[in-house]
């Protein structure tokens, strides 16, 4: 009974670390735009960046948001294998987001909405929410 309610509260911990990243994002990571896409950006041109602190910037934070992520998948599946699994599917999406995102911001007219999804996936745990279902379907099939 002790060990669930470990279980228990190391995943609620995760999830509000999820949640505080998410409430100080301005003040903790370099991201000139939250602004911008907080307002009608459609009509605006991108706003100056420093493109290395920007790509250290998203960086740090898809690194925390990945780290919490595998931590709540580990206390709610207890699999080492979907460890694994999941830290090569979160460094083959980061490599190819990554380079998306850069490339559309070298763009004269980039599409911001196709901008502003890839951002969102580098800076949101969003995998996270694909990652649980398909792993308990993995799971419920192994049974």
Known sequence: MARIKVRYFYILIFIISLILIRFFESHLFYDPFLAFFKSEYQNKSLPIYNGWKLFLGISFRYFINTVISLG????????????????????ILFTILISLFFILLQDEKPNYLILFYTRRFLIQPLFLLLFIPAFY???????
């Not at 709540?72 to 460094?91: N, Q, R, S, T, W």
């Not at 379907?137 to 049974?143: A, D, H, N, V």
């Open 72 to 91: 709540l998948i580990y206390f709610l599946f207890l699999e080492k294998k979907m460890i694994a699994f999941a830290v090569g599917l979160y460094c």
């Open 137 to 143: 379907y993995q799971k419920m099939i192994k049974k």
